[in-house]
C-alpha cells in the first residue's frame, strides 16, 4: 500500500501547461488530437489502485505458496507410507515363498509355486489354487494390504492434483503481479516527470521508545530494526518483507508464531477496535484484507509498504482510516 503524501509542483509546470493551451489554439481543424496526459493527481490515484492490486496479488502468491508447501509434504507422506507397505508387502511375499516350498518338499506338486513371479498382490489373490495354502492370516494380511495400496494410489493422485492446482495458482499470481509491477513502475515513472518534491513519506529509520512492554516490544524492537528495508514482494526476511512478512516475523522474533498471509492472521488473536488499539496490535486495511501493518502509538504504523518503497513508519491519516478494516491482538 502506497505512503500518503503531499506534493509541491514547481510553477515551471503551470507555466508549461499555459504555454500548450496557446498552442493549442493554433491547430488546424480536423486535426487529430492525441489523448490529454493524464495529471499528477491521476496518476497519484492510480499507482495507490496498483499498488492495492499488488498487495492483493501478494498474499494470493503466499496463499498459493502454502498450499504447495502442503500439497508437496502431502505427496511425501503418500511415498513413505507406500514404501512402508511395500516392504510389508516383501515379508509377506517371502512367507508364501516358504509355504509354497514346503508344499513342494511334500510332495504335492499341485501347489501353484508361480507365485514367486507374481508382480503384486492381486496377482496372488487371482491364482486360486494358492488359496489352499494360505493360512487365514496370510490371506487377512494380503488383503490388508491389498486394500491399502488401492488407498495410498487414491491419496496420491489426490495430492498430485492440489500440488498441480497449487502451482498453477502460484504461477498464475506472478504472472498477474508483474503485470502490475509493470504499470507500477511505468506510473512512478510518470510521476518523476512531474519533478515534485515529497513530504511526509514516513520515517525510515530509528529505534522503538513507545510504551508497549512485554512480547508486543520486543516486536516493535524487531520491526523497527527492519526500517529502511525494501518492500520484497512475497519477502519473509532479512533482506527485505512484504506486510505480512513484516508482521510475520517480528511477531515470530517474539516468541508468537503467526500464519503467513494477511487473510489468516487476521483469525489470529482477539479483535480490537481503533479507539483501543496498543502497540504491535495487527492493522488491517482494505476490503479484501490486502495490506496490513502493526500499530506503534501515537497514532502511528509500521509497515512495509508496496514495491519500490521501504519499511517505514506512518501516520494513521485519513486515507489509512477511510481503508482500515479492523485490528487484532496477538
Not at 27 to 53: F, K, M, N, S, Y
Not at 132 to 145: F, G, I, N, P, T
Not at 270 to 292: E, K, S
Amino acid at each position: 500500500m502506497p505512503d500518503r503524501r503531499e506534493w509541491s509542483v514547481r510553477g515551471r509546470i503551470a507555466a508549461g501547461v499555459g504555454l500548450a493551451a496557446v498552442g493549442a489554439l493554433s491547430v488546424p481543424a480536423g486535426a487529430v488530437h492525441a489523448d490529454p496526459e493524464p495529471t499528477q493527481e491521476e496518476v497519484e490515484q492510480r499507482i495507490e489502485e496498483l499498488a492495492e492490486e499488488s498487495s492483493t496479488l501478494v498474499q494470493e502468491f503466499n496463499e498459493a505458496e502454502e498450499d504447495v508447501e502442503a500439497a508437496e509434504a502431502e505427496l511425501e507422506d503418500v511415498e513413505e507410507q507406500t514404501a512402508e507397505a511395500e516392504e510389508r508387502y516383501g515379508d509377506l511375499r517371502e512367507s508364501l515363498g516358504e509355504l509354497a516350498a514346503a508344499a513342494y518338499r511334500s510332495g504335492d506338486l499341485g501347489s501353484p509355486i508361480t507365485v514367486l513371479s507374481a508382480g503384486d498382490p492381486q496377482d496372488v489373490v487371482e491364482q486360486a489354487n494358492l488359496l489352499e495354502y494360505l493360512s487365514s492370516s496370510r490371506q487377512a494380511e494380503l488383503d490388508e494390504y491389498t486394500a491399502a495400496t488401492e488407498h495410498l494410489e487414491e491419496l496420491r493422485a489426490e495430492a498430485e492434483a492440489a500440488l498441480e492446482e497449487a502451482e498453477e495458482a502460484r504461477a498464475e499470481a506472478e504472472s498477474r503481479a508483474a503485470e502490475v509491477e509493470e504499470s507500477l513502475a511505468e506510473q512512478e515513472e510518470l510521476l518523476a516527470e512531474f519533478e515534485v518534491s515529497a513530504v511526509g513519506e514516513g520515517s525510515t529509520s530509528g529505534s522503538y521508545t513507545g510504551s508497549a512492554s512485554g512480547s508486543a516490544a520486543v516486536a516493535l524492537d524487531f520491526a523497527y530494526a527492519q526500517l529502511g528495508k525494501p518492500y520484497i514482494w512475497g519477502g519473509t526476511g532479512p533482506d527485505g518483507y512484504d506486510c505480512s512478512g513484516l508482521t510475520q516475523a517480528a511477531w515470530g522474533a517474539a516468541g508468537v508464531s503467526l500464519p503467513r498471509t494477511t487473510y489468516t492472521q487476521w483469525e489470529v488473536g482477539q479483535a480490537v477496535a481503533w479507539d483501543d488499539m496498543q502497540p504491535g496490535d495487527l492493522m488491517f486495511f482494505y476490503a479484501d484484507l490486502g495490506h496490513m501493518g502493526m500499530y506503534v502509538g501515537n497514532g502511528q504504523m509500521i509497515h512495509a509498504p508496496s514495491s519500490g518503497n521501504y519499511i517505514s513508519v506512518v501516520t494513521l491519516d485519513s486515507y489509512y482510516q477511510s481503508n482500515f478494516q479492523g485490528a487484532r491482538r496477538p
